[in-house]
């Protein structure tokens, strides 16, 4: 069973940046495509950008531009990096394989906009 592990959230002012990152225990982890996803207090989790196991990269529109996601086969580990965060970028972040199974979900990690 794969293991998630997402950390990097934290406070952060408008305008602001933050580097996630989500580690995955087993060697399976290459050969998925990977998603991170989020979800508001109050809304369904959405999900956020995607990557496949070659590379190719796929985002919200409302992250499009600002957010850019990249992985590490070799440390079995998925990133997220956020720049011109907004408040409306306030959730919690999860990862995830992009299959039709998800493995068991992470605890997240919390990024919270404000000034």
């Known amino acids: 069973q794969v293991q998630l592990v997402e950390s990097g959230g934290g406070l952060v002012q408008p305008g602001g940046s933050l580097r996630l990152s989500c580690a995955a225990s087993g060697r399976i982890f290459s050969i998925y495509a990977m998603n991170w996803y989020r979800q508001a207090p109050g809304k369904q989790r959405e999900l956020v950008a995607g990557?496949?196991?070659?590379?190719?990269?796929n985002y919200a529109d409302s992250v499009k531009g600002r957010f850019t996601i990249s992985r590490d086969n070799a440390k079995n580990t998925v990133y997220l990096q956020m720049n011109s965060l907004k408040i409306e970028d306030t959730a919690v972040y999860y990862c995830n394989n992009a299959g039709s199974t998800p493995w068991t979900w992470g605890q997240g990690t919390q990024v919270t906009v404000s000034s």
């Open positions: 990557i496949t196991t070659g590379g190719s990269t």
